[in-house]
């Protein structure tokens, strides 16, 4: 993959990204729609409601805030994208801010909210090894993605 973007890196502006930008967000939608249809299915053979904890006072709350936290750390290329605007007013800036904030708090909250209730107390720290709904099949949405 570093291969493949080794080229488009070494342009000056942003407009090399515009094409891969789309395909990285299809592919994250796609992920998110995958999570909330597979979800109910998966509540269906594992949910328990003995089992369902909304929120857990332990040390690991740290390292949930820091995930958080840097989790929008797309901000960084904020300069670079204000570069490359036509007319880069503080208005259209907060604007793609506000955008991306919210585009970004949607796909982990869905991701989050489906993954923890697909398990509950099993689930595994990334999503893609959850365990399938059949066992010895392999779930080739979830490969895709």
């Not at 570093?2 to 992920?31: G, Q, T, W």
């Amino acid at each position: 993959m570093n291969l493949l973007m080794l080229p488009i890196c070494l342009k000056r502006d942003l407009s090399a990204m515009a094409s891969f930008n789309f395909v990285r967000i299809i592919a994250i939608a796609y992920f998110v729609a995958l999570i909330g249809v597979q979800t109910p299915f998966y509540m269906e053979k594992f949910f328990n409601w003995d089992d369902l904890v909304l929120v857990k006072w332990d040390y690991n709350i740290f390292s949930g805030f820091a995930i958080s936290v840097f989790a929008y750390t797309c901000h960084s290329n904020l300069f670079a994208v204000k570069i490359e605007l036509n007319n880069p007013v503080k208005r259209r800036l907060n604007k793609i801010c506000l955008r991306a904030v919210v585009y970004e708090c949607i796909m982990y909250c869905t991701i989050s909210v489906g993954g923890y209730l697909s398990l509950l107390k099993e689930t595994p720290k990334l999503i893609i090894q959850r365990k399938n709904l059949t066992k010895g099949v392999v779930d080739w949405f979830m490969v895709a993605g």
